[in-house]
């Protein structure tokens, strides 16, 4: 999870672009296939995160780390309203701390 975190781009909540089509239009095949693997690691994600709610875990987190991989209409707007949750920004940018990562924008 600590992995995934660090790999959010500082500005990923300020500044939403979709960096996936640039790569699908120079392959293909290849980005095609990329993001249907993002996506299904996403749902897995995501199902866990909805695990965790229930039982002793960072669901939230999980649950934001899912639908950070996934592509889908109204994507950010969910996003940025899980990320303003009490606690889950301050858990996020407490993990990019600890491995001298500049804290996420909103």
Do not use: C, W
């Not at 875990?57 to 303003?84: A, N, S």
């Amino acid at each position: 999870m600590p992995v995934l975190i660090l790999a959010i781009p500082q500005d990923y909540f300020s500044n939403p672009g979709n960096r996936m089509r640039i790569f699908i239009k120079k392959r293909p095949l290849i980005g095609i296939l990329v993001l249907t693997i993002k996506n299904l690691i996403g749902i897995v994600f995501l199902l866990v995160g909805l695990v965790l709610l229930f039982i002793p875990g960072q669901g939230l987190l999980t649950i934001l780390i899912g639908l950070v991989l996934m592509d889908f209409p109204g994507k950010y707007k969910i996003e940025r309203r899980l990320v303003q949750k009490p606690g889950v920004l301050q858990g996020i940018n407490r993990i990019r701390a600890k491995f001298q990562r500049s804290p996420i924008e909103i």
